[in-house]
Nanobody, 123 residues
Framework: QVQLVESGGGLVQAGGSLRLSCATS????????MGWLRQAPGKEREFVAA???????VYADSVKGRITISRDNAENTVYLQMNSLKPEDTAAYYC?????????????????WGQGTQVTVSS
């Protein structure tokens, strides 16, 4: 059984930082792409960042330069370091495991999902 468990969300002031973690189990973590997507209230879920099995990254334009995705294959964990946070970053953040090895931006390309962790950025 594949499980993804996010942690690290919370309330932070604009300009602050948070580091999200996603611990995985039940699948060979190192051979799959990982991604983070987010959903703000009243909006559709949107792509944030993705990381291929070999370390290639893709970011949404809205977060480039502020957010970094990384992975620790020994710990089966993917991270999302978020700096210079803005109120518009407020959302539930979801970790997802891809169907293959390459980075993808579409929801349909992810096979497994975590339960989400809330990030709230106050102005």
């Amino acid at each position: 059984q594949v499980q993804l468990v996010e942690s690290g969300g919370g309330l932070v002031q604009a300009g602050g930082s948070l580091r999200l973690s996603c611990a995985t189990s039940g699948r060979t973590f190192s051979t799959y792409a990982m991604g983070w997507l987010r959903q703000a209230p009243g909006k559709e879920r949107e792509f944030v960042a993705a990381l291929s099995w070999s370390g290639g990254t893709v970011y949404a334009d809205s977060v480039k330069g502020r957010i970094t995705i990384s992975r620790d294959n020994a710990e089966n964990t993917v991270y999302l370091q978020m700096n210079s946070l803005k109120p518009e970053d407020t959302a539930a953040y979801y970790c997802a495991m891809g169907r293959g090895v390459l980075t993808k931006t579409a929801e349909s390309e992810y096979a497994y999902w975590g339960q989400g962790t809330q990030v709230t950025v106050s102005s």
